[in-house]
Antibody, heavy 120, light 107 residues
């Protein structure tokens, strides 16, 4: 059974940094697999944030986080990361880790999320 | 960026009724569209992928159709457990985008 467990969220001041982690189990955490972060602001809809895949670690980012967030993974530890710098109030959200299926960027498994609150 | 517009924003139906949710894309996404169900306090759950394929464990009353720019999620006979917000999502081009959601309520 697939398990995705996020951690690292918390309260941070504007301009600060956080590093989110997603521990994966129950499947082969291979380089060919697309893994993503998706966020949801309180009471709002889903917003795709970033994705990583490929042996060279190809990445993509939403315009709203480009240049501030960095997605990465450690295949040996079955862990996905999201380094978030220069955080803004509008980054406040529940951050989900999501695993894509064979179709690529269609997310068949999700974690329960970790809450990031950016506030002074 | 592909903009996905869902309608209606809220749908209120009685148990046993047919629910029809729409998703329109600002440009063609071929059949590279998925539907997710999100119940209160829970993570999203994949319902339909590639426009018309039911995900594992999804009941047969759920079906998806469409291609290009117009897509539909149909629940043939609504059950109380289907109360949720439903999102469409495209993977045809980066960035991946989601629709704003349709809230399905039971009368």
């Amino acid at each position: 059974e697939v398990h995705l467990v996020e951690s690292g969220g918390g309260l941070v001041q504007p301009g600060g940094s956080l590093r989110l982690s997603c521990a994966a189990s129950g499947f082969t955490f291979s380089s060919s697999l697309v893994m993503s972060w998706v966020r949801q602001a309180p009471g709002k809809g889903l917003e795709w944030v970033s994705a990583v895949w490929g042996s060279g670690d190809s990445t993509h980012y939403a315009d709203s986080v480009e240049g501030r967030f960095t997605i990465s993974r450690d295949i040996s530890k079955n862990t996905l990361f999201l380094q978030m710098n220069s955080l803004r109030a509008e980054d406040t959200a529940l951050y989900y880790c999501a695993k894509a299926g064979a179709s690529g960027s269609i997310y068949d498994s999700w974690g329960q999320g970790t809450l990031v609150t950016v506030s002074s | 960026e592909v903009v996905l517009t869902q309608s209606p924003a809220t749908l209120s139906l009685s148990p046993g009724e047919r629910a029809t949710l729409s998703c329109r894309a600002s440009q063609s996404v071929n059949s590279q569209l998925a539907w997710y169900q999100q119940k209160p306090g829970q993570a999203p759950r994949l319902v339909i992928y590639d426009a018309s394929n039911r995900a594992t464990g999804i009941p047969a009353r759920f079906s998806g159709s469409g291609s290009g720019t117009d897509f539909t999620l149909t629940i043939s006979s609504l059950e109380a457990e289907d109360i949720a917000v439903y999102y469409c999502q495209q993977r045809r081009s980066w960035p991946v985008t989601f629709g704003q959601g349709t809230r399905l309520e039971i009368k």
